[in-house]
């Protein structure tokens, strides 16, 4: 485990959608979990981010960071688990990017997606 991801004090479980037909011929989608213990760090998006994205015509409420390539895919979902054990899940908006040149550092946008009932606090 190199240094960068033990500054990482959240864990994520990354999760992919699987699309099946059901026995009575409907579309059935799950989330199969692809990576787990995946040390991350979560940062909501700024003013000036939320601008940038909005000239792209696209909508970005976080950045989510990772010590090595996570490999997602859109619509991709992760559930973080920060380090007060508080969960929380975020569909990936885009694709992961190196930050920097030596892609000691990757990060993705996301949307933080609440729970039904749960106050997104």
């Not at 500054?7 to 994520?12: D, F, L, Q, R």
């Not at 979902?77 to 930050?99: E, F, H, K, S, V």
Request: aromatic share 6%; hydrophobic share 35%; glycine share 8%.
């Amino acid at each position: 485990m190199g240094l960068v991801s033990t500054m990482m004090k959240s864990t994520a479980t990354l999760l992919r959608p699987a699309i099946d037909r059901g026995t009575a011929g409907g579309v059935l989608q799950e989330f199969v979990p692809y990576a787990t213990n995946v040390p991350c760090a979560v940062a909501q998006g700024g003013a000036t981010q939320d601008v940038m994205y909005q000239q792209r015509n696209s909508k970005n409420s976080c950045t989510i960071y990772f010590a090595d390539n996570p490999n997602t895919e859109i619509n991709d979902n992760a559930t973080i688990t920060d380090m007060l054990q508080i969960t929380r899940r975020y569909r990936i908006d885009g694709q992961a990017q190196p930050l920097g040149d030596r892609g000691v550092v990757w990060h993705v946008s996301a949307s933080y997606v609440p729970e039904p009932g749960k106050s997104p606090v």
